[in-house]
Structure formats: structure tokens, C-alpha cells
């Protein structure tokens, strides 16, 4: 059972360099969502799709950009990377809103 | 004031101890609410709902009161393997708000 699939695991850019974050899938689950943590911040909600082709702006959606063409994959682009933008990432789907979230096992970015 | 907030802790105690763990969330209209369990930066998994009239899985015992707009999470008998950052979240609208999360360390 794959779940919720993240590519790539690590990653390292160079400020101005841009990138995509890949997260699918196989559940097909409509609500899919990306996240960043940082040390004594818990997760913060940058992006957020409730089905394919509706994507909405979380807490944090500077400097990302997402689409969601398709209900299995959600991937996240780092336009111009910046320092600011070193995290970890998740990506999570579930069902419904209200039932359980499953979260990819994160990429971790350093932007230099 | 952030919309969901938690003591960071850490709480450090030793083995078979009860610990218990508060959330409070700003918006009342928050639909559902959850406790993820998350072990050294790896991604999060779901510990419990919290359901209106107080849930229990075991060891671990959530309630919410919704008047209080409050959260919390128990667990009883505590074991090494609790060592964990507990998380503290709420659906607002189909978005997953999380708190900081609270670091349990248990000690033998």
C-alpha cells in the first residue's frame, strides 16, 4: 500500500533556483493539502486542494505555487527558492475534511 | 493569537505516570478536531479523534469542551515508546490547523 507518495526526499537549491515538490496519492482521496515545519512552529498550511481542479491558498502560499490537475497527484513549486523557504515539507490527503489525514514521509529543502 | 496553541512542553516523566495535555483553538466554528502523533521530524500520524462527549483508546483519553473552546489529550500509564511531539488539531472548513505540538519525554 503506497499511500501518500512524496518525491524527492531530500533536496538541496541554490537562492533563485526553482524546483517542484512531488505528492501523490492512491487512495483517491479529494482533499489533498502541503504543509511546512519549522522548528517551534508546527505545521503551517501553504496550499489546499478539495477535489481536481480546485486549489485554495493556506497560511504560508508565498513563493508556491500548486495545481491539481488530476485527484491522485498534487505537486508543489518553488518559483524562485529562497532561504526562508529551507523546511520541511509534507504533503497529506484524506477523504473527507473531517476524517484522517495521511501525510507523505516529507522532503526535506535547504535553499543556500 | 495563533489560531491553535499549545503548551511546547517538553513534559518529562517517568514511566507509568499520567500526563495530560491542553489545546485551545480561537475559532468556534472549528468543525473537528484531532490529536497526530509525531516521532523525531517524521510525518505525522493520527492518534484519536475527539469526538463531543470525550473519547478513550486504551491508554489515551481525549475531550473537547466546545463552550471552552478546549482540547485535551490523556494518557494514562505512560510508556517509554510515548515519547513523542502530540499535535494538537483542528478542521476549520477543510483546512487542518495545527498547533505547535507538545513534546512528551518518558523516562524510565
Known amino acids: 500500500n503506497a499511500g501518500v507518495t512524496q518525491t524527492p526526499k531530500f533536496q538541496v537549491l541554490k537562492t533563485g533556483q526553482s524546483m517542484t515538490l512531488q505528492c501523490a496519492q492512491d487512495?483517491?482521496?479529494?482533499?489533498m493539502s502541503w504543509y511546512r515545519q519549522d522548528p517551534g512552529m508546527g505545521l503551517r498550511l501553504i496550499h489546499y486542494?478539495?477535489?481536481?481542479?480546485?486549489?485554495d491558498q493556506g497560511e504560508v502560499p508565498n513563493g508556491y505555487n500548486v495545481s491539481r490537475s488530476t485527484t491522485e497527484d498534487f505537486p508543489l513549486r518553488l518559483l524562485s527558492a529562497a532561504p526562508s523557504q529551507t523546511s520541511v515539507y509534507f504533503c497529506?490527503?484524506?477523504?473527507?475534511?473531517?476524517?484522517?489525514?495521511?501525510f507523505g514521509q516529507g522532503t526535506r529543502l535547504t535553499v543556500v | 493569537r495563533k489560531e491553535v496553541e499549545q503548551d511546547p512542553g517538553p513534559f518529562n516523566v517517568p514511566e507509568g505516570a499520567t500526563v495530560a495535555f491542553n489545546c485551545t483553538y480561537s475559532?468556534?466554528?472549528?468543525?473537528?478536531f484531532f490529536w497526530y502523533r509525531q516521532d523525531c521530524r517524521k510525518e505525522p500520524k493520527l492518534l484519536m479523534s475527539?469526538?463531543?462527549s470525550g473519547n478513550e483508546d486504551g491508554r489515551f483519553t481525549a475531550q473537547l469542551n466546545r463552550a471552552s473552546q478546549y482540547i485535551s489529550l490523556l494518557i494514562r500509564d505512560s510508556k517509554l515508546s510515548d515519547s513523542a511531539t502530540y499535535l494538537c488539531?483542528?478542521?476549520?472548513?477543510?483546512?487542518?490547523?495545527f498547533g505547535q505540538g507538545t513534546t512528551l519525554q518518558v523516562k524510565p
Open positions: 497529506a490527503s484524506s477523504l473527507q475534511p473531517n476524517t484522517e489525514a495521511f
Open positions: 487512495m483517491n482521496h479529494e482533499y
Open positions: 486542494s478539495v477535489g481536481a481542479g480546485i486549489t
Open positions: 475559532n468556534s466554528a472549528s468543525q473537528s
Open positions: 475527539v469526538y463531543s
Open positions: 488539531v483542528v478542521n476549520e472548513e477543510g483546512k487542518l490547523i
